[in-house]
């Protein structure tokens, strides 16, 4: 495995510098690695979008930025050959081929194996409830589609330019397995992320059955990540399937829809803590965001600027510091400057980068890749603050403060253990670049925050 240039050595020891010279010091916080698999950031990218190209070998040269970054799972979007009527790449003409405008199987199989030397891995976009209008298998296997009381294709969800797959077809079962099998033994592919899971012509007994094969296929660890939140109530069957991770949909949904740019910290605390008890009733993990392609497009488009207003930074800190996998949506590390139409491919605005959250990110995934008390399911201890607008919760030695105030505010902390701290971040200085502050910290020390501001700190 090919080394980071910036190990997590290099950080400690910048650090330790820091400690002998008391005070604020810029020090790096990129190229970490994950001290523990429970402590990984996954990235999502849409090889046509990512890069001006559009292509595989064009996103290969962007995979020492994103190692520098931290990325360490790479989520694909859909790669597969498109059907025509609306161009979505969640409609398959062909699920054993990739895109031609993306370039070849070689190339993904390179893209790959140069991304195995970063030391990330890479899961492809699994799409098994429907395909293209336009796919071969409309002619040539009419079996494998669900059909109406007149005998016709079904488009799920009044979806024109999809018909809905048959899995009570054993051709098709065995069809779509070999497909799975196909990318992992030609490509090396490390896992996959799986649309509509919740449909409910799929069965719970698919998954099972097709999950432990492929985990026992290649003698390499294969993941699968839900598209569905499985603590809903409606979705709890398929807590049973053996998904390393679903989505923390609901949470989203929470803080998109109804939070939103509110400043009652209460508010936050309590949609906090109901994604907590739910997380507490199912098996797997949990992949936390704040974006992703549905919500960065869908529904009008939303930027995380029109979803969350001022908290999109201190809600940034939420999302990689309070409970799960942190998933970064290309562009959202520059401060998801735009909606992109994944339908044609739309290019991210590179150029455009919000500093404040440029440098949050950077900092966060240091953070979450070093610490263990991060890992995706380390407790969470909520603390009382003297202000109702700021909400504070502690993880092992790491505190977090979020003001969800408009106005500057300073907070003390009961519950702070007297100690030495290092502040990681700190949203009045973060503009101009990480850096750290050696701190003491006690019950009676004012907490200084901005309005909308944040403030991190680990105890040594």
């Known amino acids: 495995m090919k080394k980071s240039k910036i190990s997590i050595l290099s950080l400690v020891a910048v650090l330790l510098l820091a400690a002998c010279n008391p ?21 999502q990218l849409n090889v046509g979008a990512f890069t001006p190209e559009g292509t595989f070998k064009a996103a290969q040269e962007q995979l020492a930025r994103l190692d520098t970054l931290g990325a360490d799972i790479l989520w694909l979007m859909p790669i597969y050959p498109r059907g025509e009527t609306m161009h979505s790449p969640y409609a398959s ?11 070849t199987v070689d190339d993904l199989k390179a893209f790959v194996a140069a991304a195995h030397e970063h030391g990330m ?3 492809l976009d699994w799409v098994p409830n429907h395909v293209a209008v336009e796919n071969p298998w409309v002619n040539e296997h009419p079996e494998y589609f669900t059909k109406d009381a007149k005998g016709q294709m079904i488009h799920p969800h009044g979806w024109g330019d999809v018909y809905e797959l048959n899995y009570q077809d054993e051709g098709l079962v065995n069809t779509m397995n070999s497909a799975l099998k196909f990318w992992i033994s030609e490509c090396d592919v490390d896992g996959f992320r799986c649309d509509y899971v919740s449909s409910p012509t799929i069965s719970v007994s698919f998954w099972q059955n097709i999950i432990a094969e492929l985990k026992g296929h290649s003698g390499k660890t294969i993941e699968f990540l839900s598209e569905t939140d499985i603590s809903n109530r409606h979705n709890i069957r398929i807590d049973s399937c053996g998904f390393d991770y ?63 207003g001022d908290n999109r930074y201190l809600l940034t800190v939420l999302e990689f510091t309070f409970y799960g996998m942190p998933l970064i949506y290309q562009g959202q590390e520059i401060g998801d400057p735009d909606t992109l139409n994944y339908f044609t491919d739309a290019k991210v605005k590179w150029s455009q980068i919000d500093r404040m959250m440029q440098n949050t990110v950077r900092t966060l995934v240091a953070l979450h890749h070093t610490q263990p008390s991060l890992a995706a ?31 500057p505010c300073s907070v003390r902390c009961d519950a702070i253990v007297a100690a030495s701290y290092t502040q990681w971040l700190n949203s009045q200085t973060i503009v101009d670049g990480p850096s750290i502050t050696e701190v003491s910290l006690d019950a009676n020390t004012p907490i200084d925050l901005d309005a909308k501001g944040f403030a991190v700190y680990v105890k040594q």
């Open 93 to 103: 003409m062909d699920f054993m081929a990739v895109n031609p405008a993306y370039g």
């Open 23 to 43: 005070g604020k010091a810029v020090f790096t916080v990129d190229g970490t690695k994950p001290v523990s698999q429970e402590n990984r950031i996954i990235y």
């Open 377 to 407: 399911d380390a407790p969470v201890e909520f603390l009382s603050t003297d202000n109702p607008q700021v909400l504070a919760y502690q993880r092992g030695p790491v505190l977090v403060f979020l003001n969800l105030g408009s106005a």
């Open 246 to 308: 679903d989505y923390a949909w609901d949470f989203q949904g929470a803080l998109a829809w109804k939070f939103k740019d509110s400043d009652n910290a209460d508010s936050l605390k309590a949609i906090c803590e109901q994604f907590l008890e739910g997380s507490k009733a199912i098996k797997n993990r949990r992949m936390v965001y704040l974006t992703n392609h549905d919500q960065n497009y869908n529904d009008g488009g939303h930027t995380l600027k029109d979803f969350y």
């Open 121 to 123: 891995k890479v899961w």
